[in-house]
Nanobody, 121 residues
Framework: QVRLVESGGGLVQAGGSLRLSCVAS??????MGWFRQAPGKEREFVAK????????DYADSVKGRFTISRDNAKNTVYLQMNSLKPEHTATYYC????????????????WGQGTQGTVSS
């Protein structure tokens, strides 16, 4: 049984940082993705990382500000978020793809429960 558990969300002031973690169990080593969903908006792609961490990709809106990484020995994927703005407020989800990790939520089969990140102005 696949299980993804996110943590690390919280309330920070604009300009602050958050580091999200996602611990995975019950699945083979594969690429992983982070998505977010703000109130009243659709879930959107944030970042993805290859199974070995060599390849990463980001949404244009977070390039240079967010960093995705992983520690396979700990079965954990991270999302470091710096210089946060109020518009980054959302519930952040990690996800495991069915096959190839794309930027589309529909290509992901397993999701965590999400962790809330709130940025105050």
């Amino acid at each position: 049984q696949v299980r993804l558990v996110e943590s690390g969300g919280g309330l920070v002031q604009a300009g602050g940082s958050l580091r999200l973690s996602c611990v995975a169990s019950g699945l083979t080593l594969r690429a992983m993705g982070w998505f977010r969903q703000a109130p009243g908006k659709e879930r959107e792609f944030v970042a993805k990382i290859s199974w070995n961490g060599v390849s990463t990709d980001y949404a244009d809106s977070v390039k240079g500000r967010f960093t995705i990484s992983r520690d396979n020995a700990k079965n954990t994927v991270y999302l470091q978020m710096n210089s946060l703005k109020p518009e980054h407020t959302a519930t952040y989800y990690c996800a495991a793809p069915r096959a190839i990790a794309s930027m589309e939520p529909k290509d992901y089969a397993s999701w965590g429960q999400g962790t809330q990140g709130t940025v105050s102005s």
